[in-house]
């Protein structure tokens, strides 16, 4: 899997962090960082689920 994010769709609102941690990452300056592009098996479910919660459709996944 990997892991890709339109900057421009993203709103920053966190909720990706805090399904997985792991690999997203909401700053002070505010900005989201993708911590792990091709994150390990064990956090494709939660990978999956953050996408699934962004509201604005930001997060993309490459099977």
Same mark, same amino acid.
């Given at each position: 899997?990997?892991?890709?994010?339109?900057?421009?769709?993203?709103? @920053?609102?966190?909720?990706?962090?805090?399904?997985?941690? +792991? =690999?997203? &990452? =909401? $700053? @002070?300056?505010? !900005?989201? !960082? =993708? /911590?792990? +592009?091709? *994150? *390990? *098996? &064990?956090?494709?479910? $939660?990978? $999956? &689920?953050?996408?699934?919660?962004? *509201?604005?459709?930001?997060? +993309? /996944? +490459?099977?």
């Amino acid at each position: 899997m990997k892991v890709n994010v339109d900057f421009d769709l993203c709103a @920053s609102t966190g909720g990706c962090m805090q399904v997985c941690p +792991e =690999v997203f &990452e =909401v $700053r @002070s300056d505010g !900005y989201l !960082y =993708v /911590l792990q +592009e091709e *994150p *390990p *098996p &064990e956090l494709h479910d $939660r990978v $999956r &689920e953050a996408a699934d919660l962004c *509201p604005t459709a930001a997060i +993309e /996944l +490459e099977d």
